[in-house]
T-cell receptor, first 115, second 113 residues
Framework: DTAVSQTPKYLVTQMGNDKSIKCEQN?????MYWYKQDSKKFLKIMFS???????INETVPNRFSPKSPDKAHLNLHINSLELGDSAVYFC??????????????FGPGTRLTVT | TQLLEQSPQFLSIQEGENLTVYCNSS?????LQWYRQEPGEGPVLLVT?????EVKKLKRLTFQFGDARKDSSLHITAAQPGDTGLYLC?????????????FGPGTSLSVIP
């Protein structure tokens, strides 16, 4: 069984379009994250949800809107896509929220290409 | 602002050689994790170190947390092609109500058969 899954794996779209990426985890974790990994492989946190509540919202354009319908799902909707949004987006989950450990389990990633 | 640095950025070695990767910061962390990421995949957690001076071994991989909990090292003995990947360190800081986790920029390791 896949622990953290994301769909789609690849997403190619044109500038100005709106797209969504879905994430599901079956680990029973309370906390989920969205990360962006750029072309230099730097992994940067975008959002974090704990039990469906938004906890961390880094400096991310308003065009990005996360939604957590339940604690096993965290989706990412992107409006008016721009060339600079091209990257690999990772969903992750962790078991404990305020434990000082922060161990995370990542999905396989969604490679977004904006043309 | 908390930052994690990793060195070297790139490393290419022959199979059978030993290597060490470093993760450094001026900040103190509650814990530090090491991840390995293979091409086209997400990072996979290798280990978490929590106590200053702690040493953990995972087969041919040895992880050490600095005494001051500001830095860490990953040593691989007799590297194999399967060790090829991007090694990421991540530091966790326990805030009032959540864990803040930051990632280093990674060390890209290539082990040549």
């Amino acid at each position: 069984d896949t622990a953290v899954s994301q769909t789609p794996k690849y997403l190619v779209t044109q500038m100005g379009n709106d797209k969504s990426i879905k994430c599901e985890q079956n680990l029973g974790h309370d906390t989920m994250y969205w990360y962006k990994q750029d072309s230099k492989k730097f992994l940067k946190i975008m959002f974090s949800y704990n039990n469906k509540e938004l906890i961390i919202n880094e400096t991310v354009p308003n065009r990005f809107s996360p939604k957590s319908p339940d604690k096993a799902h965290l989706n990412l909707h992107i409006n008016s896509l721009e060339l600079g949004d091209s990257a690999v987006y990772f969903c992750a989950s962790s078991q404990a929220w305020a434990s000082g450990r922060g161990e995370q389990y990542f999905g396989p990633g969604t490679r977004l290409t904006v043309t | 602002t908390q930052l994690l640095e990793q060195s070297p950025q790139f490393l290419s070695i022959q199979e059978g050689e030993n290597l060490t990767v470093y993760c450094n910061s001026s900040s103190v962390f509650s814990s530090l994790q090491w991840y390995r990421q293979e091409p086209g995949e997400g990072p996979v957690l290798l280990v978490t170190v929590v106590t200053g001076g702690e040493v953990k071994k995972l087969k041919r991989l040895t992880f050490q947390f600095g005494d001051a909990r500001k830095d860490s090292s990953l040593h691989i003995t007799a590297a194999q092609p399967g060790d090829t990947g991007l090694y990421l360190c991540a530091g966790a800081s326990l805030k009032t109500s959540y864990d803040k986790v930051i990632f280093g920029p990674g060390t890209s390791l290539s082990v040549i058969p």
